[in-house]
């Protein structure tokens, strides 16, 4: 059977083309009648895979002791922490290496086909992960297997739903469009906290099954209504380019996942021989993909992209942007669930939970900015809106430096819907702006460098931000700690063991929700009085303790933040004016 392509008479009325479908002056089909509907169908869907991909980035993160507690296995025992490491960040890894590859063939074999299979994929390794019954280090090492599968789905979701969009949507309500969907990459990561906090207590399976029903709908709805709107090319597979570009992006992401653990006596795993060989050996390895993708016909990364300055300049703020907030999260969530809720009531045990319904004015201010951002982008073009909304978020910044460690929560709330703000002002029109630059044969591979940007950039942050927290307590924590133990009768012997512990253990368990001191002094609690006990373990000594070096830790954090999104404002003014690939006459803004 033949299909029949739609075009538009001068009256605006659709009419049969049997010769193929008309183009518009982009290279595009027009988007008239009931492709009006189609839009909107692709929105809702589009919206929905990226919502339930996002979420499980951090719906993991507040259900980690449940799920380690359901496999019998400690994450923070020697040995342990490499499992806790890759059950956090193995999805965003995969995800990052995988992103552009998948772009691009979405570009060559159809989008929405590359599409449709990340919601089968997802589907299929969330249930494989609900259905886990291994234990101990087999069951952790099974889970992130199919963690790595999970986000193989995700890259192919995230890769190719930009592009679906913008094939979808005519340039004058794209912005519209990326705002809905940008409101759902970035408010998952924080409904995935709250939902983690809920779900997890009561069976810790359910974390992963919650998605199941979501993307048992998504990948029917997306195979019975989805359709290919843009502009397919074929072309060969660059396999040297994705081969050199996958070994180097997962060489310089393992050696920053391994940089955050303990190596001989130093707090950190930066000098270790296998981290600087990762590192330096995949930076390496991805000089020699770019040599390569200049000589190859086809290439995988288009570089030549990068001559386009719209492309460019949003893809570097994007990058800065992630660079800021990457971090944050898991330092706020540290901050939230190591020191200010068990000074106000909560116990250890309850703040995962709490923190992540304490940070919700974060996702509030995304929720009001997104949308809204992205239909003013479609009038004033992406650079006034995503300047100011980096340069937002870098006052946001600077406010949450200026907060005491113990602060009052309408204070941080206020702050926290600041910093929301300003990255929903953000995200909608610099996508925006990126993917309206893009040649419609050129707009899944875009994407796709643009989700690795992101991506890899979360990543680094983890481990600036981590880096950064870490250091800052070394200076002062060990003598706190000493003096602190000491003071409640803690054998000297004992104290300066615990004194010397690398502090990642101290971060780790409070990010986790164990009880911090008990993690720490373990058997030597039976050997000291009840009463010291309690103490030592309540909700008071350990936040108080580390109040001051973690203070130290969080300008550190800060201040990085606040340079980025500085730089990244920077970058994204230099954009230039309005401007959408094939339209001759552009408006400046």
């Known amino acids: 059977m033949r299909l029949r392509a739609l075009s538009v008479d001068q009256d605006g009325r659709l009419q049969a083309d049997s010769a193929g479908p008309a183009m518009n002056g982009h290279g595009e089909t027009p988007t008239r009648g009931h492709h009006d509907r189609y839009k909107w169908i692709a929105l809702s869907n ?181 359709r290919d709107t843009g502009v397919r090319r074929r072309a060969h597979i660059d396999w040297w380019g994705n081969l050199t570009f996958a070994a180097g992006l997962v060489m310089v992401l393992v050696g920053i996942t391994y940089g955050l653990l303990p190596y001989g006596g130093h707090t950190m795993g930066w000098t270790s021989p296998f981290v600087l060989s990762m590192l330096f050996g995949g930076v390496a390895v991805l000089i020699g993909f770019c040599v390569i993708e200049t000589k190859v016909p086809e290439p995988m990364f288009k570089l030549d992209l990068f001559r386009i300055r719209a492309f460019a300049a949003g893809n570097v703020a994007n990058l800065l942007a992630a660079l800021s907030r990457g971090g944050l999260m898991f330092i706020v969530i540290i901050w939230l669930q190591g020191i200010w809720l068990p000074q106000h009531g909560y116990s250890f045990a309850r703040t995962p939970l709490w923190a992540g319904i304490y940070m919700l004015p974060l996702t509030i201010g995304l929720l009001l900015a997104g949308p809204v951002s992205g239909i003013l982008t479609d009038r004033l073009g992406a650079r006034p809106l995503a300047t100011t909304g980096l340069a937002l978020a870098a006052v ?47 707009r899944g591979a875009g994407a796709g460098m643009t989700m690795t940007f992101m991506s890899s950039a979360q990543v680094l942050s983890i481990g600036i931000f981590f880096t950064l927290m870490i250091l800052g307590l070394a200076s002062s924590l060990p003598v706190a700690l000493l003096h602190g133990l000491r ?77 980025a999104c500085v730089v990244g404002a920077v970058c994204s003014l230099m954009r230039g004016g309005r401007y959408i690939h094939g339209e001759e006459n552009q408006d400046e803004s």
């Not at 705002?179 to 974390?207: C, K, Q």
């Not at 001191?517 to 009463?531: A, K, N, V, Y």
């Not at 006990?533 to 969080?554: D, E, K, N, Q, W």
Request: charged content about 5%; aromatic content about 12%.
């Open 396 to 442: 946001s910044f600077l406010l949450l430096e200026a907060l005491p460690v113990d602060f009052s929560y309408v204070g941080f709330a206020a702050v926290l819907l600041v910093t929301g703000l300003g990255m929903g002002m953000f995200g909608a029109p610099n996508q925006t702006g990126i993917m309206n630059s893009l040649p419609p044969d050129q």
């Open 46 to 226: 589009t919206t929905l895979g990226i919502l339930m991909a996002i979420m499980n980035t951090s719906v993991v993160l507040i259900a980690l002791p449940d799920i380690f507690r359901g496999i019998d296995l400690n994450p923070l025992a020697p040995g342990n922490t490499s499992y806790l490491l890759w059950m956090l960040m193995g999805f965003m890894v995969v995800t990052a290496v995988l992103v552009v590859s998948l772009g691009r063939l979405g570009d060559m074999f159809g989008r929405v086909r590359m599409y449709n299979a990340g919601f089968a994929v997802f589907t299929t390794f969330s249930i494989l992960l609900s259905v886990t019954w291994l234990h101990g280090a087999a069951g952790a090492l099974y889970m992130i297997i199919m963690r790595v599968g999970q986000g193989v789905g995700g890259a192919l979701l995230m890769a190719n739903s930009s592009a679906i969009l913008t094939d979808a949507f005519p340039p004058h309500q794209r912005g519209l469009a990326m705002g809905i969907n940008n409101v759902s990459m970035i408010t998952g990561s924080f409904v995935g906290l709250v939902l983690g906090g809920i779900l997890a207590p009561v069976e810790w399976r359910l974390v992963f099954l919650v998605s199941v029903p979501f993307g048992l709908f998504g990948t029917v709805w997306a195979y019975l209504k989805l």
């Open 487 to 563: 003071a409640q009768g803690v054998p000297v012997h004992v104290a300066t063991a615990v004194s010397h512990l690398p502090p990642v253990g101290s971060l780790f368990a409070a990010f986790l929700g164990y009880n911090p001191m008990r993690q720490l002094l373990g058997s030597t609690l039976h050997q000291l009085p009840h009463h010291t006990v309690v103490y030592l373990t309540g909700r008071s000594f350990f936040p108080h303790l580390i109040s001051a070096p973690f203070g130290s830790g969080l300008h550190e954090t800060f201040d990085f933040a606040f340079g």
